[in-house]
């Protein structure tokens, strides 16, 4: 990854959505959210706070590092990153306490109608960016880049389904049938937006980390165009549903499409790593496949939960967003800022001074610790879900507020190079979240 392609943002929007993820699990902790309590404001402002404000940030954060480095060139409009992070940090705020207006808090309802608005403009500026960036003839030929355009695709139709279910629960316009809206909705952000997106990275990710050769693959395009149909279904749908017509019809041929698309996905990872020519993969990519593993156990417990309903469908979202997203996001992100914090304060040494390796920046056993809790605090919350303990889900919850901690502690030591011996960092440390303008030169280092 060269360092002229470094994002000035990147780990803003990342300390963004880490402290979006520790409201979230603080509240939930705190009882706001549980088994069949997803309805009320509460429960709601917390789903909220993890879809929109972690996973939503963090992979806008990771789509403007990366997108540059699909490219090979640099990111266009770079100047709007700071104004798309205020707007989807500002709309995240909005709508969280929007939602209490549903449990009587009638003061918030103007935050309630506000807050699609600012997530928008946050939507579309990043969109902006990724779009001038990508939108080239040599690009387009690659099936990530097609898959990360269908992304924002179907963060459009998030998007435009949020603010209808706004606007209906606020009262102001059309009343939908919340009942059909929802499922469209969580389809588009879990497996069209969120999903999509992370095939995409993680494609050159998983390639990057594990030195894995690079060439076009029949299962890349097999997975863009299965996708494709599935993202376009819902849009339709979505349609559909404003002119008040019948969508049980995607909603059937969409869920039969997602274990299409997973085996497709998965099969395309399995080449990827057998082909690596890096002999013992690193801890970042180990805990990646147990993502890869919550994300087939999601798509089985999907099923039921189609025609179940219920503590399935409860339990399948649950998996998908805390198994699967967010462990491969937890066990990248450690990586990522290694990488990132490595280029800007080591690179000018290269040459000219030694300079430690990308592992020593990190503690390999307090991460894997970590995530080994994360991933723990995932099985008993999908577990509690599905016997609808109550109980069993505050402990769940509680795993994962310790190991979303942990975590962030072992990324702010990354950033303050403490794991590094004193000779061996600069004079002047890197600010936490804002990258330095310049990387540091050879002589502001300690002799």
């Not at 963090?58 to 060139?73: D, E, K, N, S």
């Not at 509680?398 to 901690?405: E, Q």
């Given at each position: 990854?060269?360092?002229?392609?470094?994002?000035?943002?990147?780990?803003?929007?990342?300390?963004?959505?880490?402290?979006?993820?520790?409201?979230?699990?603080g509240?939930?902790?705190?009882?706001?959210?549980?088994?069949?309590?997803?309805?009320?404001?509460?429960?709601?402002?917390?789903?909220?706070?993890f879809?929109?404000?972690?996973?939503?940030?963090?992979?806008?954060?990771?789509?403007?590092?990366?997108?540059?480095?699909?490219?090979?060139?640099?990111?266009?409009?770079?100047?709007?990153?700071?104004?798309?992070?205020?707007?989807?940090?500002a709309?995240?705020?909005?709508?969280?306490?929007?939602?209490?207006?549903?449990?009587?808090?009638?003061?918030?309802?103007?935050?309630?109608?506000?807050?699609?608005?600012?997530?928008?403009?946050?939507?579309?500026?990043?969109?902006?960016?990724?779009a001038?960036?990508?939108?080239?003839?040599?690009?387009?030929?690659?099936?990530?880049?097609?898959?990360?355009?269908?992304?924002?695709?179907?963060?459009a139709?998030?998007?435009?389904?949020?603010?209808?279910?706004?606007?209906?629960?606020?009262?102001?316009?059309?009343?939908l049938?919340?009942?059909?809206?929802?499922?469209?909705?969580?389809l588009?952000?879990?497996?069209?937006w969120?999903?999509?997106?992370?095939?995409?990275?993680?494609?050159?990710?998983?390639?990057?980390?594990?030195?894995?050769?690079?060439?076009?693959?029949?299962?890349?395009?097999?997975?863009?165009?299965?996708?494709?149909?599935?993202?376009?279904?819902?849009?339709?749908?979505l349609?559909?549903?404003?002119?008040?017509r019948?969508?049980?019809?995607?909603?059937?041929?969409?869920?039969?499409?997602?274990?299409?698309?997973?085996?497709?996905?998965?099969?395309?990872?399995t080449?990827l790593?057998?082909?690596?020519?890096?002999?013992?993969?690193?801890?970042?990519?180990?805990?990646?496949?147990?993502?890869?593993?919550?994300?087939?156990?999601?798509?089985?417990?999907?099923?039921?939960?189609?025609?179940?309903?219920?503590?399935?469908?409860?339990?399948?979202?649950?998996?998908?967003?805390?198994?699967?997203?967010?462990?491969?996001?937890?066990?990248?992100?450690?990586?990522?800022?290694?990488?990132?914090?490595?280029?800007?304060?080591?690179?000018?040494?290269?040459?000219?001074?030694?300079?430690?390796?990308?592992?020593?920046?990190?503690?390999?056993?307090a991460?894997?610790?970590?995530?080994?809790?994360?991933?723990?605090?995932?099985?008993?919350?999908?577990?509690?879900?599905?016997?609808?303990?109550?109980?069993?889900?505050?402990?769940?919850?509680?795993?994962?507020?310790?190991?979303?901690?942990?975590?962030?502690?072992?990324?702010?030591?990354?950033?303050h190079?403490s794991h590094?011996?004193?000779?061996?960092?600069?004079?002047?440390l890197?600010?936490?979240?804002?990258?330095?303008?310049?990387?540091?030169?050879?002589?502001?280092?300690?002799?």
């Amino acid at each position: 990854m060269p360092g002229k392609h470094l994002s000035r943002w990147t780990l803003a929007w990342f300390g963004s959505a880490l402290l979006f993820l520790l409201a979230a699990c603080g509240l939930a902790l705190l009882g706001a959210a549980g088994p069949q309590d997803w309805s009320r404001g509460a429960g709601l402002a917390v789903v909220h706070l993890f879809t929109l404000g972690w996973l939503c940030h963090v992979m806008l954060g990771a789509l403007i590092q990366f997108v540059p480095v699909l490219a090979a060139r640099p990111l266009a409009l770079p100047m709007l990153a700071l104004p798309a992070l205020i707007a989807a940090s500002a709309g995240t705020v909005d709508l969280a306490l929007g939602f209490l207006f549903l449990d009587g808090h009638d003061a918030l309802r103007p935050l309630f109608l506000i807050a699609p608005f600012a997530t928008g403009l946050g939507f579309t500026l990043v969109a902006l960016m990724v779009a001038a960036t990508l939108l080239t003839h040599a690009t387009l030929r690659l099936a990530e880049v097609r898959l990360v355009l269908l992304a924002l695709f179907a963060l459009a139709g998030l998007w435009l389904s949020g603010t209808l279910m706004v606007l209906t629960l606020s009262g102001t316009a059309m009343v939908l049938d919340l009942a059909v809206t929802r499922p469209l909705h969580i389809l588009l952000g879990v497996g069209g937006w969120l999903s999509l997106a992370a095939f995409g990275v993680s494609y050159k990710l998983f390639a990057m980390f594990l030195l894995a050769p690079e060439k076009i693959s029949r299962l890349r395009d097999a997975i863009f165009l299965t996708a494709m149909l599935g993202v376009t279904i819902l849009l339709t749908a979505l349609l559909l549903l404003l002119t008040e017509r019948s969508t049980a019809w995607a909603m059937g041929v969409t869920l039969g499409l997602i274990p299409v698309i997973a085996i497709l996905y998965l099969s395309e990872i399995t080449r990827l790593w057998q082909s690596r020519r890096r002999a013992a993969p690193e801890g970042n990519m180990l805990w990646s496949r147990v993502a890869l593993a919550f994300l087939g156990l999601a798509v089985l417990l999907a099923l039921p939960g189609w025609f179940i309903g219920g503590v399935w469908a409860e339990a399948a979202i649950f998996l998908a967003l805390v198994g699967w997203l967010s462990t491969l996001t937890l066990a990248q992100m450690v990586k990522i800022v290694s990488f990132l914090t490595w280029i800007q304060i080591f690179a000018p040494r290269i040459g000219r001074q030694p300079v430690p390796l990308v592992q020593k920046l990190s503690n390999a056993q307090a991460v894997a610790f970590c995530l080994a809790l994360w991933s723990a605090g995932a099985v008993t919350g999908c577990v509690a879900l599905l016997l609808a303990s109550s109980a069993s889900f505050r402990i769940a919850v509680a795993l994962l507020t310790l190991a979303a901690l942990g975590l962030v502690r072992e990324l702010i030591a990354i950033r303050h190079l403490s794991h590094l011996a004193a000779q061996e960092r600069p004079a002047t440390l890197p600010h936490l979240i804002l990258p330095l303008t310049q990387p540091l030169q050879p002589a502001e280092f300690r002799s």
